[in-house]
């Protein structure tokens, strides 16, 4: 009994040295990547109407990603999905969505924002995707440590489209 104890004891404090402090802190000067809340979906509809029948397609940026090199420089790239359903009202179809990208110093100063237009082909069953991959370069690593970057991403919407979203 007093062996098991002890091989017991053993391996509880081999595993404990192993593990990580959970107090450390990592500081990276990758910058954040959001989607603004409000503006990852998109909501179009056929006519003037607002309710469920009158939409037309709802599309999503989704699966956003971020990989990082951090040296001299800091290097980003940003991979996210735009995908788009019709539930079968849009087939075969192109449709050109709007998407912006911000970037933020310091969580409040917005540097530079960028609109990109992505065209949205629709398949017979009314469904469309698209990849989307971009860049953003820090030149210098103490650039990078004296701001902290954000970059935001949604959706180009006029106010009609915001205030849809959120209501629903």
Do not use: H
């Not at 087939?91 to 409040?108: C, G, I, R």
């Amino acid at each position: 009994m007093m062996n098991r104890l002890f091989v017991l004891s053993v391996m509880a404090s081999a595993l404990a040295a192993c593990a990580s402090n959970p107090l450390e802190i990592t500081v990276s000067r990758c910058p954040a990547v959001a989607v603004v809340a409000d503006t990852g979906t998109l909501t179009r509809f056929d006519g003037e109407g607002r309710t469920t029948d009158d939409i037309l397609f709802t599309a999503s940026i989704s699966d956003v990603n971020v990989t990082c090199n951090q040296e001299e420089d800091v290097l980003s790239a940003i991979g996210f999905y735009i995908g788009a359903n019709s539930e079968g009202k849009v087939v075969n179809e192109t449709v050109t969505l709007s998407y912006f990208v911000a970037v933020l110093k310091d969580n409040s100063e917005v540097v530079t924002k960028r609109v990109f237009d992505v065209p949205m082909t629709f398949d017979r069953d009314g469904y469309a995707v698209s990849r989307e991959v971009l860049s953003q370069y820090i030149p210098t690593i103490e650039q990078a440590r004296r701001y902290n970057y954000e970059l935001l991403i949604g959706f180009q919407m006029n106010v009609d489209d915001v205030a849809f979203n959120m209501e629903r």
